[in-house]
């Protein structure tokens, strides 16, 4: 037995967008809805699958699943809101998942070193250039790198390359 029956609409045409959300009274209904849908495969009814996941599996797939009017009916258990974020699919125009691909580190640490004087670094200019510095500026030299290494950890500062 069915409660109560939510379809979906799109706000400014008025038009049902295919999704709707049915409340049942008992879980066992719930179940047999899902195992119906599913072709009485009740081992994956329980992973989460978008419509547009598995559409491409139903052109060749079986005759089996529920049907309304010869379209086919998906159903999935409804999720809590932070769930279906975490399901959530970007996709492209065609429909198609988009790869999110971690982008480039634009924040010129290769720079880090550049002109670096210190104390075992072959510079091919100059190859006593440490020994030549006076003490002092070794020191600040050597604590400069520190601090610059230290604050290049976050990733809120970077190196300017036109410095």
Known sequence: HID????????????TKGTAFVNFSKEG???????????????????????KNIMTSLDGGSSG??????????IDKAVDKNTAESLKVERDEDGKPVDKKTGKDKRNLYLKGEGRVAEG?????????????PQGDQF????????????????????NPYR
């Open 29 to 51: 209904g719930y179940m047999r809805a899902l195992e119906a849908s599913h072709d009485g495969d009740i081992e994956n009814t329980y992973d989460f699958k978008s419509g």
């Open 121 to 133: 670094l072959e510079d091919s200019y100059n190859v006593d250039a440490w020994e030549n510095l």
């Open 140 to 159: 600040k030299r050597g604590r400069a790198h520190q601090e610059k290494h230290t604050k290049l950890r976050s990733p809120l500062f970077f190196i």
């Open 65 to 74: 699943g529920l049907f309304l009017r010869g379209r086919r009916i998906l």
């Open 4 to 15: 109560s029956i939510y379809v979906v609409k799109d706000q400014t045409t008025g038009l």
